[in-house]
């Protein structure tokens, strides 16, 4: 039976989706998903996906657009990687970056879902540029996730929207904050509907059957995951210098000639250096 109302339609898929895949990125990637977007001062529509690399561990890389369907310009590299030696709650990866621009600060807040042994948490970072970072690490504990920072103060604090995880219920919770790294007040204001309760319930259950060695599991290969993802980044940035090579390289080398040697790739994974060894990328262009 058709129903006599008629509503406004207020979303159009657009015909060119989707607008971005792993096949557009300038290194190795699986899947590019549930970016947070934002429009910068100069018009530019910019989105920080969240990258999934061939391993499942995520981390975040924007592209920019004038328009916000066509003509990306994706970072060759990671923007944001985890940080798992300084932030061992990002030692599984980062996720589902949510973007709000805060007018007081001139800065753009981050919140994004850190992956830990424990579970997910939520983490906030300020940027003005998407270039550099300011951490402030984890400002909700696991598990929690789907923050979304408001773009004033309430009363005078900050206020975060977010989802809390305790069996059986993911509520949505609002708390608050004088100086976005210490947090209180907190306050459910939107509770999950009946249905949606008894489906977290189930799947927690099944969850808890298994838990206690999963977390022995979390636990052993911890290091492990550190080192890994260090060794990822190394692969990553290898790759990245390699193209850019490729792409100053005009053809084949004449006979007797050797390729000049570029700097050790490992200089990428130290912030302190990265500036140095592009200029010299830059300068052997």
């Known amino acids: 039976m058709t129903s006599p109302v008629h509503y406004e339609v207020l979303f159009h898929r657009h ?7 792993a096949a557009n990125w300038p290194y190795p990637a699986h899947t590019v998903f549930n970016a947070g977007a934002t429009r910068l001062q100069d018009g530019t529509t910019l989105l920080l996906c969240r990258v999934e690399d061939r391993r ?30 300084r932030h061992p709650e990002e030692v599984w990866g980062i996720e589902d970056p949510r973007i709000t621009f805060v007018d007081e600060l001139g800065k753009y807040a981050v919140t994004y879902t850190a992956f830990s042994t424990s579970g997910p948490g939520v983490a906030l970072a300020l940027t003005s540029d998407f270039r550099t ?4 690490g984890l400002v909700m504990q696991p598990d929690d996730k789907d923050a979304a920072l408001l773009p004033r103060r309430i009363n005078g604090r900050f206020a975060l929207l977010h989802r809390p995880w305790t069996d059986p219920r993911a509520d949505i919770w609002i708390s608050y904050s004088p100086d976005l790294r210490n947090w209180g007040g907190h306050k459910m204001v939107l509770p999950a509907r009946r249905e949606e309760r008894e489906d977290e319930q189930r799947h927690a259950q099944a969850d808890h059957e298994d838990q206690g060695g999963a977390r022995r599991a979390w636990d052993a290969r911890r290091d492990d995951d550190v080192e890994d993802q260090q060794e990822h980044r ?6 990245v210098r390699e193209h850019r090579a490729d792409e100053r390289r005009p053809g084949p080398l004449p006979p007797g000639h050797l390729p000049r040697q570029h700097g050790d790739p490992c200089q990428l994974a130290d912030p302190a250096r990265q500036q140095g060894v592009r200029e010299q990328a830059d300068g052997e262009g």
């Not at 015909?15 to 895949?21: H, K, M, V």
């Not at 995520?58 to 590299?77: F, K, M, Q, T």
């Not at 970072?133 to 402030?136: G, L, Q, W």
């Not at 190394?234 to 790759?239: K, R, S, T």
């Open 56 to 85: 499942g561990h995520s981390h975040l890389c924007a592209a920019r657009s004038d328009n916000g369907v066509d003509g990306w310009r994706i970072d060759p590299e990671p923007t944001l990687w985890p940080d798992p030696e």
């Open 15 to 21: 015909p060119a989706n989707p607008i971005l895949t």
């Open 234 to 239: 190394h692969d990553v940035e290898d790759a």
């Open 133 to 136: 970072f300011e951490r402030c």
